[in-house]
């Protein structure tokens, strides 16, 4: 096959699926981008602040209550051992 053929073929199918990306809600949303630039952030809601809290200290909660459940553990099995003889 020869070049002409490839690059015409790259084209056709490029410039066909840039077409479609250009009327696209994700290419509309590109342009947007594009034409306004970066948007500042909102404000964080206070309510979901509250919440990601409130799931951290839960979080953490459940990080001391499995520690100490794996020391308890440790301690039961290592007490199971059996003794060696001197």
Known sequence: MDIEAILAIVF????????LLAISPVGKAIAERI???????ASPDPEVLNELERLRTEVM????????????LAN???SELPQGTP
């Open 12 to 19: 056709i199918f490029g410039g066909g699926t840039l077409f």
């Open 35 to 41: 034409r306004h630039g970066r948007t500042p952030l």
């Open 61 to 72: 909660e459940l990080q001391e209550r499995m520690d100490f459940t794996e020391r308890l």
């Open 76 to 78: 039961k099995q290592s």
